[in-house]
């Protein structure tokens, strides 16, 4: 891994400890299909991307860890011998959250000097936070002499941002951040953790365009329909019994039980019951590269997301557009949790930097707003960096 462009925040961590640090970084991601999959057990197919949070870390004498950003201005100090940290409601709750989930763990953790550089962009969906998380993970770990599986390391990323964090997110982002693959999308079974590594043909890139908007509700709402996917397995479970999560139903078995759900929570379940065949047939088709398929299957993910699930917005909804019109566009769809934040375009190599140019303009011109637009390769997952 090349260093050479981080040795300039890297030089903070000597100005403010006075020494020199391992450093580990863990990559964001961005999902290709099996979107709001992963908390119902179902499949899911993301891949980490070319954009890291990196932690430089050095052992302390004491047991503090001592905590700086170059992304924020305010630190924080916590004593590991003293009783468990409260969560703050602060960017450092990623880091603290998996101290603390690794002391629960039973791993006894040295005090250290720590430093995160970001380049995840915040609030796009893009899973900044499981970067931070697992960086921490590793870095504590690292400066403690400790090792941990990594699909272990991504569940205990997962608790700390549901315990200590706050949010009820499902294991995709931890696992893809802990374990990408470059070149690979993971096709991801989120019950068994049983992973398939999908190799990406180099004649199309991963074209994320964000939208530059992150709706207020994003949360409430994934925590209504984690709700509403619950009340599905409960009523689908008293005429199916083995149905422990959506998972389990097939899409003739919904169809055969539909009169005994509510009009929503049958929308609910059906976008996750088709979601989970299309990563089958998604998975397919990238094997035997038929990458028409594959786009096909993106944009029914999206319509699916739309107008059964409910959780698009008019932007996501007009760069998927704006993506069916111009060439070189095998698929496109929102990807994370909606309401704002991306969408992945699946776009042949050499029309990237048309469609680039025309996705911005025609966009730009119809929200005023000047959509990011980057291009990535699938990245290898989280680890120590050599100097
Ligand atoms: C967010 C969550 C993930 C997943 C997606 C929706 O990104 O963190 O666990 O549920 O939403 O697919």
Not at 18 to 23: C, D, I, M, P
Not at 194 to 211: G, Q
Request: charged fraction near 25%; proline fraction near 3%; hydrophobic fraction near 40%.
């Amino acid at each position: 891994m090349n260093i050479a462009k981080e040795s300039g925040w890297l030089h903070k961590f000597h100005l403010l400890y006075g020494a020199s640090g391992q450093v580990f970084r863990a990559p964001g991601r961005v999902n290709l299909i099996g979107e709001h999959t992963d908390y119902n057990d179902g499949l899911v197919m993301p891949a980490a991307i070319e954009f890291y949070t990196w932690i430089a870390v050095a052992p302390r004498d004491d047991r503090r860890l001592v905590i700086h950003s170059t992304n924020f201005p305010d630190s924080i100090e916590v004593d590991l011998q003293a009783d468990e940290p409260s969560p703050r409601s602060h960017w450092t709750d990623y880091v603290v959250g998996v101290a603390v989930m690794l002391g629960r763990a039973g791993h006894r953790l040295r005090g250290a000097n720590l430093l995160v550089h970001g380049e995840v962009p915040i609030g796009a969906g893009l899973s900044s936070s499981a970067a931070i998380e697992v960086a921490a993970g590793l870095a504590l770990l690292g400066v403690s002499g400790l090792a941990m599986q990594r699909a272990d390391l991504a569940k205990l990323c997962q608790r700390a941002e549901n315990e200590f964090v706050g949010a009820r997110c499902g294991i995709m982002d931890q696992f893809i951040s802990c374990c990408g693959r470059a070149e690979h999308a993971v096709l991801l079974d989120c019950r068994s953790l049983d992973y398939r590594l999908l190799l990406l043909p180099d004649e199309v890139c991963l074209v994320i365009c964000n939208t530059m908007v992150k709706h207020e509700l994003a949360s409430s709402e994934y925590n209504a329909r984690r709700a509403e996917c619950e009340e599905g397995v409960r009523r689908l479970s008293r005429v199916l019994p083995h149905v422990r999560a959506l998972r389990d139903v097939s899409s003739n078995d919904l169809e055969r039980y539909a009169a005994s759900l509510p009009e929503t929570i049958y929308r609910r379940c059906r976008h996750v019951v088709t979601e989970n065949e299309r990563v089958t047939d998604a998975a397919r088709s990238l094997e035997r590269g038929d990458l028409p398929a594959f786009g096909k299957l993106m944009y029914d993910s999206h319509l699916s997301l739309r107008d059964d699930y409910q959780v698009s917005c008019a932007e996501l909804d007009l760069m998927v557009d704006l993506a069916r019109g111009l060439a070189g566009v095998f698929g496109a769809r929102m990807t994370g949790g909606g309401f704002g934040g991306c969408t992945i375009n699946l776009v042949r190599t050499q029309a990237v930097p048309e469609f680039q140019r025309d996705m911005a303009s025609a966009y730009e011109k119809a929200t005023g707003l000047a959509p990011q637009i980057i291009t990535t390769a699938a990245a290898e997952g989280a680890g120590e960096v050599q100097k």
